[in-house]
Each structure stands twice: as structure tokens, then as C-alpha cells.
């Protein structure tokens, strides 16, 4: 396969397999860069679970609906790349996020299933765990970020989860919604990507 190639179909996979992370306003962009796909994204939950060791999972379920056969072909093509072709693409924006932000970024873990059902509709969920999201400061205190990052939560979810022998302190943007055991942004529109400040009891 030519390098020109490689790189588009790397390029293709990354705007499918991290909407969680760099949020829809990148996606609708390549597709109107392309403007071959014709298609209507129906559902997009995405889920950041902080573990006490300071990893976090990711996990987005994203519903994409193609308005044509053709259109449904390519998507489902890009979707179901090989696993050793996804984690590759996940280590390369990984590593370029590194680079981008001056944090030591990891990746630890990837996979991820396709499921279609009628209509055209194609169901994804990207799981992936990632160590460099949480940086310590002072005391017993952590924050959740991603530096200079937005994302667009148009008709869209962003749940952040906490162990349960920590504590959300600081919060910006403010959440739609607050509970004891997460934090969530929905159809909040495009948002800078939030900076969680926790404390381990």
C-alpha cells in the first residue's frame, strides 16, 4: 500500500475512533473536507472513568446513520480496521499529544466493537485506557485535564467519573449536572475540554 494511502486510511480511522477525545467539531470537519459520506450522527455518549491509579478509561458509544448504501460501505470500512492498525493510530495521537502539551501521555489499553442495524445505522464503541490524563499537585490533590483542547458536545454527553475515595473540588466549565459520583456536560455545544481538580481522601 503507497504512504499517501496509509496515511489516509490512518487519518480516516482517528477521526472515528477519537471523537471522544478531540469531540465532534473534528469529525463534521473531515467529513466536509471529504464530502463523499453522507450521514447523520445519532447518538454520542462519551464516558471518562479515573481509576485510583490515576488512569483513566475511555469509553464512547456513537451511533452514526449513513443516508446511502454507498455512504454506509465506506463508513463501516473505516470502522473495522484491524485491531493492530487501531492501536497504532491510537499510539500515534497519543505520542502527538505528547508533543502538543509537554505531558507524558500512554496508552495502556485499546479495543473496540462494531455492530450495523437497519437503516444504514452502524453502532461503536471504542474503549481505551490512558495513563497522563491526571497530573498531581499538591497534597492529596489531582487535576483531570487535557490542555488547550475543545470539544462539542452538540447533541452530545460527556459523563466524568471518580473513585470512590475521591472528591470533585474544582470544576471548569460548570456541568450540566453534579452528583456524588460523576460529573456530565449534554448539548452543551462546543466547550473548552473540562478541568477537573479532585482530592484523595
Known amino acids: 500500500m503507497a504512504e499517501g494511502q496509509q496515511k489516509r486510511n490512518s487519518s480516516n480511522f482517528i477521526i472515528f475512533a477519537l ?8 469529525f ?8 463523499r459520506i453522507d450521514f447523520d450522527i445519532i447518538n454520542n455518549d462519551n464516558y471518562y472513568y479515573i481509576q485510583d491509579n490515576g488512569n483513566v478509561i475511555m ?3 456513537v451511533t452514526v446513520q449513513a443516508k446511502d448504501e454507498k455512504s454506509y460501505n465506506k463508513l463501516l470500512e473505516s470502522y473495522k480496521k ?7 493510530v491510537y499510539e500515534d495521537f497519543i505520542s502527538n499529544l505528547t508533543k502538543k502539551t509537554g505531558r507524558m501521555f ?9 455492530s450495523v442495524s437497519d437503516g444504514y445505522k452502524i453502532n461503536v464503541i471504542e474503549k481505551s485506557e490512558i495513563k497522563g490524563f491526571i497530573q498531581k499537585k499538591d497534597n492529596n490533590k489531582y487535576e483531570f485535564s487535557l490542555d488547550d483542547q475543545k470539544i462539542n458536545l452538540n447533541s452530545a454527553t460527556l459523563y466524568i467519573y471518580k473513585p470512590e475515595n475521591w472528591d470533585f473540588i474544582k470544576v471548569i466549565p460548570n456541568p ?8 456530565l ?10 478541568e477537573v481538580t479532585l482530592e484523595r481522601k
Request: no cysteine.
Open 28 to 35: 463534521n470537519y473531515f467529513m466536509a473536507k471529504n464530502a
Open 19 to 26: 471523537i471522544f477525545i478531540v469531540g465532534i467539531g473534528i
Open 185 to 194: 456536560w449534554k448539548n452543551t455545544g462546543e466547550i473548552e475540554f473540562p
Open 106 to 114: 500512554e496508552l495502556i489499553s485499546v479495543q473496540s466493537t462494531v
Open 176 to 183: 450540566t449536572e453534579i452528583t456524588e459520583n460523576y460529573l
Open 59 to 61: 469509553l464512547s458509544k
Open 82 to 88: 484491524p485491531d493492530s492498525e487501531k492501536r497504532k
